[in-house]
């Protein structure tokens, strides 16, 4: 419904109400809903409301309503397609493109974090669990880089894993020598290094092309991946891990402080885990 909203308005504003009325019956048929995006990437904000990235754009889901999020740039050479939440709730964007975004929710706006990035080409980013400025930037083909001042100043830190980092997350777990650990969902599985970049191995024997990776802060040994449309745990840091049986093919994944784990699909379902173990749909 969100999405017809915001094509009426555009109708409205091109062609006038009365032009309007006439193509309504074929615009409403014709667009498909907010539900039937693939959901790309997802996220949490400092509401604990889900933050939704599709190929339609970006939502937050609230008592069962969609409401967009303009994005930052209208740029074809622009794609959106990983998001990152701060230490301080601080919602990110960032992809192929575009760089790296700060959404200030309280104005309303987005603000650039790409004045001393490399380029704006960014495969994937990943926010400090605990320091709301220290944030991460992988590119594919010149490693990682990072920013300890909220996005002023950017540093190449490591070149990353040895296979290409599809996406990624710091995570507060018990054991670094550091401040935490960096866990990278890769095209071979999963890689983690503590976040001194001392040395990156695999956690685990999971394997394929990690599409999304995400943790629960509460529990940070709780670790979720996701190849090939299927979802995986590991509760133990990323020693082991098991298949979570999802009724639909899985894309993306994140723990909500409100609902627990929650996955998106590629029919542009969002699930999530109940305390019965049953995958219950939300209402958007």
């Not at 209208?74 to 794609?79: L, S, T």
């Not at 650990?181 to 394997?207: E, H, I, K």
């Not at 190849?227 to 723990?255: C, K």
């Amino acid at each position: 419904m969100t999405a017809i909203i915001y094509l009426v308005g555009r109708a409205i504003r091109r062609f006038g109400l009365p032009t309007l009325v006439a193509m309504l019956p074929a615009l409403v048929y014709a667009q498909p809903t907010v539900e039937d995006q693939l959901v790309k990437a997802l996220t949490t904000n400092s509401s604990g409301e889900l933050v939704v990235l599709r190929d339609t754009g970006l939502f937050t889901i609230k008592g069962g309503a969609s409401t967009r999020i303009p994005l930052p740039m209208n740029n074809p050479q622009a794609h959106a397609s990983t998001l990152a939440k701060g230490a301080d709730s601080s919602v990110y964007l960032g992809g192929p493109g575009m760089g790296v975004w700060r959404y200030d929710s309280a104005g309303e706006r987005w603000q650039s974090l790409n004045k001393t990035l490399p380029s704006l080409d960014v495969t994937a980013i990943a926010a400090h669990a605990t320091q709301p400025a220290t944030l991460y930037a992988y590119y594919l083909d010149k490693g990682m880089f990072r920013s300890i001042d909220g996005g002023d100043e950017w540093v190449k830190v490591d070149n990353g894993p040895r296979e290409p980092v599809q996406a990624f997350l710091h995570s507060d777990m018990p054991g670094s020598m550091e401040s935490g650990w960096l866990f990278a969902g890769t095209t071979r599985g999963v890689s983690r290094s503590m976040d001194c970049f001392c040395l990156w191995g695999d956690a685990g024997d999971l394997r394929g092309t990690v599409s999304a990776i995400s943790y629960d802060p509460a529990a940070p040994v709780n670790v979720y991946a996701v190849i090939d449309g299927a979802i995986y745990h590991s509760a133990d840091g990323g020693q082991n891990w098991t298949s979570l049986q999802v009724p639909q093919t899985v894309t993306a994944v994140v723990f909500s402080p409100i609902l627990g784990l929650v996955v998106g699909t590629a029919t542009g379902n969002l699930l999530f885990l109940n305390a019965a173990r049953e995958w219950v749909r939300i209402d958007e």
